[in-house]
């Protein structure tokens, strides 16, 4: 469709069979299209999509752009739940919601892209998702089929300490846990754990340090 617009002949957006507004507004689709409202004063012509997927008419033909209300932009599709491996966030215009992928590996991660759920075969440290093998400090169980930090190593992730040895009585004990009486500091990936005996009351307040005094 066209319409007169200063004298001229507009073509009417893609799609309408008329228009107004300045050939900027549909009023009527053509055959197989329905109209619907795009903005303030301005509609355009759409074909329904499947999953509540609105399909819009443009340069390039009927294209797919909005969810209905309640619904969430999945690639090109419309969900009313984000699936698993991705949470919801708001789109880049700031008024649809969208689901958007977790980090690799992560199988349930909050709003600010923090995992809560690793995978099979990953173990969850800081919010991110370790591979369970013993280059990261890690080993798989085969009788309970969970992924298990090596003590003794001398790297710690998760564990309460690990000095680099399994020897108990020096503070982290040959399981990895922290003696009763004893303050240690954790660890990282790359720094084993120190342990004090009878510090005082005051020094676990010092960052970093974790107890299980027996005096407290």
């Known amino acids: 469709g066209q319409m007169a617009v200063d004298g001229d002949c507009v073509s009417c957006p893609p799609g309408c069979d008329s228009c107004s507004n300045g050939a900027y507004s549909c009023v009527a689709c053509e055959s197989g299209l329905v109209l619907r409202q795009l903005n303030r004063g301005v509609n355009g012509c759409q074909e329904q999509c499947d999953d509540?997927?609105?399909?819009?008419?443009?340069?390039?033909?009927?294209?797919?752009?909005?969810?209905?209300?309640?619904?969430?932009?999945?690639?090109?599709?419309?969900?009313?739940?984000?699936?698993?491996?991705?949470?919801?966030?708001?789109?880049?215009?700031?008024?649809?919601?969208?689901?958007?992928?977790?980090?690799?590996?992560?199988?349930?991660?909050?709003?600010?892209?923090?995992?809560?759920v690793c995978l099979a075969g990953f173990v969850l440290v800081g919010g991110r998702c370790v591979a369970c093998r013993e280059e990261y400090g890690f080993r798989f169980d085969e009788r309970s089929q969970v992924c298990l930090e090596l003590c003794g190593d001398g790297s710690n992730l998760i564990s309460e300490c690990d000095d680099?040895?399994?020897?108990?009585?020096?503070?982290?004990?040959?399981?990895?846990?922290?003696?009763?009486?004893?303050?240690?500091?954790?660890?990282?990936?790359?720094?084993?754990?120190?342990?004090?005996?009878?510090?005082?009351?005051?020094?676990h307040q010092v960052s970093g340090l974790y107890h299980r005094p027996s005096d407290l």
């Open 52 to 116: 509540w997927l609105v399909k819009l008419t443009g340069d390039q033909g009927v294209i797919c752009r909005d969810c209905e209300r309640f619904y969430y932009e999945d690639g090109m599709r419309c969900v009313q739940e984000c699936p698993d491996g991705s949470f919801v966030r708001k789109t880049q215009d700031g008024w649809k919601m969208a689901c958007s992928r977790c980090r690799e590996n992560c199988l349930r991660c909050t709003a600010g892209d923090d995992c809560l």
């Open 164 to 203: 680099g040895n399994v020897v108990s009585g020096d503070g982290c004990s040959s399981k990895c846990t922290i003696e009763e009486g004893f303050y240690c500091y954790r660890g990282e990936f790359l720094t084993p754990s120190w342990c004090l005996e009878n510090i005082t009351k005051t020094a």
